[in-house]
Every structure is written in structure tokens, then in C-alpha cells.
């Protein structure tokens, strides 16, 4: 008998992108060859019904596992949003995306088959996404069991408002040694003001209601990298 495959969740973070959200969702559904997984949308926040319309109109939760989607009540900011995506499902393996990501064919099932191959299933994978490639943890393949026994329980630390938790988490990793960059795990990240394959975005206003929290969360980070993440 064969065993099946561990379970997966995939966490996307969305707001005011609607097309952009079932452009990736569609693509998942195209583009994942590995079988096992559940999605959770996370939509920051209420007042982003436009999402919730285009969801319905698209008719992909019929044809996708999608197994909840969350609305904040108020403005959460990244990392809340992100940390939400990390406890709403019991998954042995977690998935965080944002909506300007596009994942191309077997990129779920080359990240897992890292996770075991590299870090004996307990740890941190990245993507290749066109900018960073490995060098940060703006998205990522992670186990469950590595946030509880090495990271205290803690996944993106609310000591960061938007910026710098990636940052963060992934210098911890990198200093446990359990990390592992995949490049056969392709995850375009359409990143707003960067260059993505040759290819500049234009930062839309979503993006720039954010830049106001940038000073600071370098700050936090610059202080916490001082004390060793403690």
C-alpha cells in the first residue's frame, strides 16, 4: 500500500487584487501536481468585499479544495494576516503565498520533495522567485513541527508591523541550519517596485499604504538582530 502524501496547506493573503487572487488560484489548480492540500484564503479585511464577488462570480471553490476563507474585521497589516494563515489549519505542512505570486507546474511537489530530502521533513524551503531566490522568507514551504520545537511557537514575529518578520525568520533559520532553498520550485513573486525577470511592477496603492511602517520595522529588526532574535 502506498502512503499518502502529508497533508499541506496553502495560505494565501489577499487584499484589493481580486483578479490577481483567481489568476493564482487557477494557476494552483493547473500547476500542482502534488495531491494533498487544502487552501485558506485570508482576506485582510471586511471591507474588501470586491474579493468575496469575484471569488463567487469565478466559481473556483468548486473546483478547488479550498477549506475556508477568513475576512479580518479591521486593517490587520501583513503580519497579522500572515500569522493568521499559520494557525487556522492543522496541516503538518504549511504553505504561505501572496496574491501577486504565480506558481509554476510542479512547484509544490519539488519544494516538498526538498523538505524530505533536505531537512528530513522538519524545517524551512524556499522558492526561486525572481528576486530574492532563496536569500529571504517572504513565502515558503514550512513544517509545523520545526515552529513549535525550535522557533518557541512563533512564526512571524507581531514585534513587526509589515516589513522585516520575513527577514527574520529567515535569519533564525539560517542560523539553525534548517533551511533549504529550492530552485526547482519556481514561485514568481510579481513584487510591487521590483524587477521580476527583467520586468519592472509598478507599486499600486495597496502596496504604498505600507511604506509608512517600513522605518520602523528596520528599526526593530536592526535592534533584534543586535540581541540574536532572543
Keep these: 500500500m502506498?502512503?499518502?502524501?502529508?497533508?499541506?496547506?496553502?495560505?494565501?493573503?489577499?487584499?484589493?487584487?481580486?483578479?490577481?487572487?483567481?489568476?493564482?488560484?487557477?494557476?494552483?489548480?493547473?500547476?500542482?501536481?502534488?495531491?494533498?492540500?487544502?487552501?485558506?484564503?485570508?482576506?485582510?479585511?471586511?471591507?474588501?468585499?470586491?474579493?468575496?464577488?469575484?471569488?463567487?462570480?469565478?466559481?473556483?471553490?468548486?473546483?478547488?479544495?479550498?477549506?475556508?476563507?477568513?475576512?479580518?474585521p479591521s486593517p490587520a497589516e501583513c503580519v497579522k494576516a500572515t500569522n493568521r494563515s499559520y494557525s487556522i489549519g492543522k496541516?503538518?505542512?504549511?504553505?504561505?503565498?501572496?496574491?501577486?505570486?504565480?506558481?509554476?507546474?510542479?512547484?509544490?511537489?519539488?519544494?516538498?520533495?526538498?523538505?524530505?530530502?533536505?531537512?528530513?521533513?522538519?524545517?524551512?524551503?524556499?522558492?526561486?522567485?525572481?528576486?530574492?531566490?532563496?536569500?529571504?522568507?517572504?513565502?515558503?514551504?514550512?513544517?509545523?513541527?520545526?515552529?513549535?520545537?525550535?522557533?518557541g511557537g512563533i512564526f512571524y514575529n507581531e514585534a513587526y508591523f509589515h516589513f522585516y518578520a520575513d527577514s527574520e525568520l529567515y535569519r533564525k533559520s539560517k542560523m539553525k541550519e534548517m533551511i533549504k532553498y529550492c530552485p526547482e520550485s519556481i514561485v514568481w513573486h510579481n513584487h510591487w517596485g521590483k524587477k521580476r525577470r527583467n520586468k519592472l511592477v509598478p507599486k499600486d496603492m495597496v502596496y504604498m499604504q505600507s511604506e509608512c511602517w517600513r522605518k520602523r520595522d528596520r528599526a526593530v529588526f536592526a535592534e533584534r538582530a543586535r540581541e540574536g532574535f532572543r
Design 91 to 151: 496541516e503538518p505542512y504549511f504553505i504561505w503565498l501572496s496574491d501577486d505570486m504565480e506558481v509554476e507546474k510542479g512547484w509544490l511537489q519539488k519544494a516538498m520533495e526538498c523538505m524530505q530530502a533536505s531537512l528530513n521533513g522538519k524545517g524551512l524551503v524556499t522558492f526561486h522567485d525572481g528576486i530574492q531566490n532563496g536569500r529571504n522568507a517572504c513565502a515558503g514551504l514550512i513544517s509545523r513541527d520545526y515552529i513549535k520545537a525550535e522557533l
Design 2 to 72: 502506498i502512503a499518502k502524501e502529508p497533508a499541506v496547506g496553502i495560505c494565501v493573503i489577499t487584499f484589493r487584487r481580486p483578479k490577481l487572487l483567481i489568476k493564482m488560484l487557477l494557476q494552483i489548480k493547473e500547476r500542482t501536481l502534488y495531491e494533498n492540500y487544502k487552501i485558506y484564503i485570508i482576506i485582510d479585511h471586511e471591507d474588501d468585499r470586491a474579493t468575496l464577488k469575484e471569488i463567487e462570480k469565478s466559481g473556483i471553490a468548486d473546483t478547488l479544495p479550498i477549506e475556508k476563507i477568513e475576512m479580518f
